[in-house]
Structure formats: structure tokens, C-alpha cells
């Protein structure tokens, strides 16, 4: 079927410092398309986009961007300043940084209808209003009014989507819109813009990484991997029969259950809230216990009260599970449930109330006794970046738990328990000259999937019992989140490892757990072994949560 495109690129090139990124690449949007543009970090997409409106910064921009008829790449500034916002709209991937902080969020819509539309005043703060309530945002008189921190993430993501809206542009680059976002709220904004795509006859091109995104959104799909498009056609046809490696690769890096299933008498890892039914069995002997764990953050309490009293906020409602040796408990909930609050209370590193143990010791008072218990258990954060000291060698990152539990090591014994613990994470090589220059290297000089190698490396050196996991590839593209999955399998396999899994994400749940805790506002809803838990879910949160992952 032939078309006249809305959007037609041609021979797209993107280059930074003389280095060519994006390499002479075509692609077409047709009017009132959905279009999903592919491809982990680094493959081009999001510069691709950018580069569409010129705004990515010192950039040399090569070939042709027809947006009905006229060259986006040719226009004079004065003029492509008219279509930015006008006629063609992004959304931008991470809504608190792409808000002013200092300004209303009303004021910021208002200024876009001012400037683009030359609505006056009284027209603009009632043409705010409609925006607001038509992306569902409650009460939008009062949200107007409110600055970027005072709303939820689903809500500035809401607010952004709306500013994007203002001009009715006839099409909207949607860059990773609900990567910032919990499962269920990425659900919400996803069937959004379908209907406002649908209501306001736009196309929209979506740039992302998450495949379940763009099987229930986009008509076509264009992948791209290090600056070209390796592939692209209908979505339902490239997911059927994908032509290219890097496709195949990218639909096939779903993370895959591989660990060891529990007999039939030790489900146990889990147990039953008080309040909560469960087909759980008598435990065996456990690594970790926790009985009815609350944690409490003090709270300022209005008016003349707050001068002689404080309030709390419960953060966790009486939690109680077991983990078991050489399995996995996830902990499954969005952001708020109070999910990674229970982490840190089990590595004591908050106050907690109720009773929590680790092979039958409690954290106490005494920092020598803490000290003996942090080396049965470790942990390995979310970020990867921000967890690793960019002033630390990879020797020192990864040696540091030495430092503490094992004093009496000489340096040279020191380094061969380095090297032994980046190769046992698939970091090492037989050369001994290049592991040298390894141990010498800098996290920055890493990639992300390595730098969560190397956090891994250091929570194993001193060889633990347990392994608290805070959302540890979350921050991670999918293929490399399923090659961290497979490690920590491995690593379960081979060395009867227990994790505390922390995630939001159902499939990682799925392939890691033994069993699951889902939690919501601080309270444990439903609890048991992982494949009845998901499969036939009692809660209705935890339905949600089930039925957004796709």
C-alpha cells in the first residue's frame, strides 16, 4: 500500500568530533502511525531523534529529515523553532529533569500554549486545565498549581505528555516514556497514548528498549544496533520471523529460569503474613528469619503538636519470611511498597522492630558483632555507577572486603583473590599482563553490564551465605540484564547462594524465585512459592502487577 510519509528520512548520518555514530540511515512515519524504534543503549536510536529537531548538541548532521515536504536538517533556526513544540512534540525520557523545578507545572504547560499558540492568559490557564484532566491527571485545578516534586512520577510523566499535546502536533517522538516508571503505571501511560494518538490523529514514533512495550503499541518496528537499522517491517511480522541476528538476539533476552527447583517438602522459604493464606509447608533450617519486622521513619507533625511530639510513617507493616539455603525469596512491588526499606532493615542498616536473624544471630549493638554477621551477608545495589567509587581501582573496589574480614592477607594473596573473583564473574582472562591492566582500571572504563560484574565480584570475595540483590538489572538493557541473571544462577548453582531478591520486574521474578512476597504501601498482600503466586494470583494488587508485565 503506498502512502505519502508524514516523516521521511533519508541517508541519516550523526557524527560527534568527527566519529560517525548514526550511519546514513532511512526510514518513513505515515500519518497516524505507531512506530517503535529499537535498540539497547548506545545503538543510536535516542540521537537519532534528537537529531530530527537539532537538538543534540555539537552534533554534525548529515542527509535529509522531510517532515511534510520540508528538510528539518536544511530549515533556518527562526523557522524550525516554529515546528519544534508546533508540529512535532517530544517527550522526553526522565520527566524531573526535563521539568523546571523553579515553575509551576501549569505555568510550564501555559508557556508552550503562549509561545506557539498565542493564547492569552485567561485562554491559556483554561486550555491547561483540559490538557490536564485529558491525560488523567485528578483534580487538575490544584495539580496546575503544584511544582515537579510535589506530583508522582506516573504524574509528571502525565504533565509532560500534556505539554507535548499542547499544539496538537502531527507527530510525537516519544523517547523511552515509561523507563522511569513502575510496571503497572508503564501499563497506564502506554494505553494513554494510544488513545490520544487515536483521538488526535497523530503518529508517534516510541524510541525504547522494552519489547513488551512495542508488541502492544507500535504497527511497525525499526531496530537499530551501533547506528544502523539492521531491521524493520510489521511488528507482528518481525516478531514472528526476525531476519537479523541482533533481533533474534533482543526477542530471545526474556530472562530464562534456570536454577534449582525446590522438592516438593522444602517450599518453606516463605512465611504466611497473619493475615494471609498460604500452601506452605513446615521450614527446613533457614539462613534468614524475620518475624513481624516493622520499620518506622519519625515524621513532623503540624502546628504547636509538632514541637513536643513526632509522628511516624510505618515504611514496613510487620513482614515475616524465612530464606532458605541455596534459594531465592523475591520481593515484588513498585516504588513506595517499601520493598527496598525491607532490604536495608535486613542488612541492618535501618532500626527495625519485631525479631530478624541470620543464622540464628540478631544485628545488635556491638560492631564487632555486626561485623562477623556482614560477612555472611552482602549486597549488590541497584546502579551500578553510583554504588562503585569512581576513585577506586578495580583492586581496590573489589579487594575492599578484605580489607575488613581479612586483615592477616598479605597484598600479593590480596590480588590473587581479586583475580580469582573477577574471573569466577566472567571478568578475568588467562593473560596475567592484562588482568594486570584490568585491576588498574577506573568503573568508568566499564560498561554497565561489567560494572554490575564488578559490584558482584565485590560482595563475593569474602565469600557470604547470602546475597541481598536491590533491583540489580534494572538499570541494565536486556540483553546484558539476562547474561547478569544467568550469572547469578550460576553462581546460586555452584556455591549453594541465597539471595533476598528485590525487583519491581515480574519477569525477573519469575526466572530467579523460589518464592515471592508482594508488597504494597508497606504491607506484605500475598506471599508463597513463585509459581502459584504468579500464575493464579489471589490479591488483586498483585493481579496488576501480573497482568501489566504482559
Not at 486545565?129 to 485528578?138: D, F, Q, R
Not at 562503585?388 to 580489607?403: A, D, F, K
Not at 592477616?408 to 593473560?431: I, P
Amino acid at each position: 500500500m503506498s502512502y505519502t510519509p508524514l516523516l521521511e528520512v533519508r541517508g541519516l548520518s550523526v557524527s560527534f568530533a568527527g566519529n560517525e555514530v548514526v550511519h546514513g540511515i532511512d526510514f518513513s512515519i505515515a500519518p497516524g502511525e505507531r512506530v517503535a524504534l529499537v535498540g539497547e543503549s548506545g545503538s543510536g536510536k535516542t540521537v537519532s531523534a534528537l537529531s530530527l529537531l537539532r537538538l543534540a548538541a555539537n552534533a554534525r548532521l548529515g542527509g535529509q529529515a522531510l517532515f511534510k515536504g520540508e528538510d528539518l536538517l536544511a530549515l533556518p533556526e527562526s523557522e524550525l523553532r516554529g515546528v519544534r513544540g508546533r508540529d512535532l512534540a517530544m517527550i522526553f525520557q526522565e520527566p524531573m529533569t526535563a521539568l523546571n523545578p523553579l515553575m509551576t507545572v501549569g505555568d510550564q504547560i501555559a508557556e508552550v500554549l503562549t509561545l506557539k499558540m498565542g493564547l492569552d492568559k485567561v485562554q491559556s490557564a483554561e486550555k491547561v486545565l483540559a490538557l490536564l484532566a485529558e491525560t488523567g491527571i485528578p483534580e487538575p485545578a490544584r495539580r496546575a498549581l503544584a511544582f515537579p516534586h510535589q506530583l508522582s512520577g506516573g504524574q509528571r510523566q502525565r504533565v509532560l505528555i500534556a505539554m507535548a499535546l499542547a499544539c496538537q502536533p502531527s507527530l510525537l517522538l516519544a523517547d523511552e516514556p515509561t523507563t522511569a516508571l513502575d510496571v503497572s503505571l508503564r501499563g497506564q501511560i502506554l494505553e494513554l497514548l494510544v488513545r490520544l494518538q487515536q483521538s488526535h490523529g497523530m503518529a508517534v514514533l516510541l524510541i525504547t528498549h522494552d519489547l513488551n512495550l512495542v508488541r502492544r503499541f507500535a504497527d511497525r518496528i525499526i531496530v537499530m544496533e551501533n547506528g544502523w537499522i539492521v531491521e524493520q517491517g510489521p511488528t507482528a511480522e518481525v516478531f514472528a520471523k526476525p531476519q537479523h541476528a541482533y533481533t533474534r538476539r533482543l526477542i530471545a533476552s526474556k530472562p530464562v529460569r534456570d536454577v534449582v527447583e525446590l522438592e516438593p517438602a522444602g517450599e518453606a522459604e516463605v512465611i504466611p503474613q497473619p493475615e494471609l493464606q498460604s500452601d506452605l509447608q513446615e521450614p527446613s533450617t533457614p539462613l534468614m528469619v524475620a518475624r513481624g519486622l516493622r520499620v518506622v521513619y519519625p515524621t513532623p507533625l503540624p502546628g504547636v503538636r509538632g514541637w513536643f511530639k513526632r509522628g511516624e510513617f510505618v515504611a514496613v507493616q510487620g513482614a515475616s519470611f524465612e530464606v532458605l539455603p541455596g534459594q531465592t525469596l523475591g520481593i515484588m512491588g513498585e516504588s513506595g511498597s517499601g520493598k527496598s526499606t525491607l532490604a536495608l532493615a535486613a542488612l541492618g542498616l535501618l532500626p527495625f522492630q519485631g525479631q530478624l536473624q541470620i543464622c540464628d544471630e540478631a544485628w545488635g549493638t556491638s560492631a564487632a558483632r555486626n561485623k562477623a554477621l556482614r560477612r555472611k551477608v552482602q549486597v549488590v545495589f541497584q546502579d551500578p555507577f553510583s554504588s562503585l567509587s569512581p576513585r577506586m581501582t578495580v583492586e581496590e573496589i573489589v579487594g575492599e572486603g578484605l580489607g575488613v574480614h581479612a586483615q592477616e592477607l598479605s597484598r600479593n594473596e590480596r590480588q590473587r583473590l581479586v583475580v580469582v573473583a573477577l574471573r569466577d564473574v566472567g571478568l578475568g582472562t588467562a593473560d596475567d599482563a592484562a588482568m594486570t591492566q584490568t585491576l588498574q582500571r577506573y568503573p568508568h572504563e566499564f560498561s554497565g553490564g561489567q560494572r554490575q560484574r564488578l559490584a558482584i565480584a565485590r560482595a563475593l570475595i569474602i565469600k557470604p551465605g547470602m546475597l541481598v540483590l536491590d533491583e540489580p538489572t534494572s538499570a541494565l538493557d536486556v540483553t546484558v540484564q539476562k547474561q547478569v541473571l544467568q550469572l547469578l544462577q550460576k553462581l546460586q548453582r555452584e556455591r549453594g547462594l541465597s539471595y533476598l531478591l528485590i525487583s519491581h520486574d515480574v519477569d525477573v521474578i519469575r526466572a530467579m524465585a523460589h518464592g515471592v512476597l508482594v508488597m504494597k504501601d508497606g504491607a506484605v498482600v500475598e506471599s508463597g512459592p513463585v509459581e502459584r503466586v504468579l500464575a493464579q494470583p489471589q490479591h488483586e494488587y498483585t493481579r496488576i502487577l501480573v497482568s501489566a508485565a504482559g
